[in-house]
């Protein structure tokens, strides 16, 4: 009887756990989601129509779970980033410089490679080289902030938004410049489309969504597993809640503070590199606009939890898909998603209202996403 006990007894501890974890998100939601329908209430339009469109463009058919899976795709990867930075102490506001890095470089090498070369390149290896570009490109990008801060007390928040607009103007310059699509017949600023053996295949006939999606999952699970069960994982962990204590037990602080950047850019530059390979076969300006920053909301909306970035993602791709089946039922603006999103944001980074309204009594520790200015 004893170690039933205790299996019941881990069992009520992990669904503790996993309640705690999750009731602020969710009732943050829920308050949102009501009172989004006040307000489209108080405009003339009828929030039972309105979420029952949002429902269903995100999810009525094949090609709606489709369609969102693929808004989904990036933002786990982004959020994954911001996320795995919150967990090492670390605020990266730079995704959206790193995964349009990411996204140029990894269509340079789809396109430009074979050509290089002067021979062709079977799909196992031009495939994962594309996407490794951009990967070390967003990678690279983040570990020069990574080592300012770790080497020069440089804060993160200010260097990654400086570096956003040197990634966001370099890559205007590139692909307007010497990697536009040289074709007559093209007029915007584009890349010329990558080789069929740099893209990712879809998964079913008829539907947009790809393997990358599938990546995207297998990535959330690595992180979770970098950060649970490696050494290194526990190094991250110890130097983001108190890097006095880790270098006091031995850890290179300023070691994992640059590799943590690292790791985050890598994850962010693979969002880029993603959409190009297995959606957009080329990069175009303005593809990717908003992305690294909606990964904030999804990284504080998960709670900086792999799974939990997974659902968020999902949640605002949903939002994101199901938003012009909504506007076209109710005629209502498409602007009222992004408020939506806003208040959920609001409600999960302020959780003290949520407590407040729901009387919900606050326990266990609370995180520091970031332990202010050069330090």
Not at 43 to 53: E, L, Q, R, S, T
Not at 104 to 133: E, K
Not at 349 to 366: F, L, N, T
């Amino acid at each position: 009887m004893q170690p039933e006990k205790k299996k019941s007894s881990f069992a009520s501890q992990v669904l503790q756990s996993i309640y705690e974890a999750s009731v602020i998100p969710f009732l943050a939601i829920l308050t949102s989601v009501i009172i989004g329908g006040l307000i489209i209430k108080s405009v003339g339009g009828d929030p039972f129509v309105a979420y029952k469109g949002l429902l269903q463009g995100a999810f009525g058919s094949a090609k709606a779970w489709s369609e969102t899976a693929i808004w989904a795709t990036p933002y786990i990867f982004a959020g994954l980033a911001v996320a795995l930075a919150f967990r090492g102490g670390l605020f990266n506001i730079g995704a959206e410089g790193q995964l349009a890095f990411g996204a140029v470089f990894s269509a340079l090498i789809g396109y430009a490679l074979p050509g290089w070369l002067g021979f062709d390149l079977p799909i196992y290896i031009h495939l994962p080289l594309a996407i490794l570009a951009g990967a070390l490109a967003g990678g690279i990008w983040a570990a020069i902030v990574g080592a300012l801060k770790a080497y020069t007390g440089g804060h993160e928040v200010i260097n990654t938004i400086m570096m956003n607009y040197i990634a966001l103007n370099m890559t205007s310059f590139l692909v307007g410049g010497v990697m536009k699509d040289k074709n007559p017949l093209n007029v915007i600023s584009r890349t010329p489309l990558i080789a069929e053996s740099a893209r990712i295949a879809p998964i079913f006939d008829g539907l947009r969504i790809h393997w990358g999606f599938v990546l995207a999952l297998v990535m959330a699970f690595l992180v979770w597993w970098l950060l649970n069960k490696t050494t290194l994982g526990f190094e991250i962990r110890t130097v983001g809640l108190n890097p006095d204590a880790a270098k006091y037990a031995g850890i290179n602080v300023k070691k994992i503070i640059t590799l943590t950047m690292l790791f985050s850019g890598i994850l962010a530059g693979m969002a880029g590199a993603i959409e190009v390979t297995g959606l957009n076969y080329r990069h175009e300006l303005g593809f990717s606009s908003g992305y690294g920053y909606d990964a904030i909301a999804i990284a504080l909306l998960g709670k900086s939890h792999p799974l939990g970035v997974v659902l968020a993602s999902f949640l605002f791709a949903a939002m994101r898909n199901g938003a012009t089946r909504m506007q076209f039922l109710t005629q209502l603006p498409v602007d009222l998603i992004s408020m939506i999103q806003a208040l959920v944001l609001l409600f999960v980074a302020a959780d003290a209202i949520v407590r407040y309204i729901y009387r919900i009594k606050a326990k266990g520790e609370r995180v520091t996403l970031t332990r202010g200015w050069g330090g």
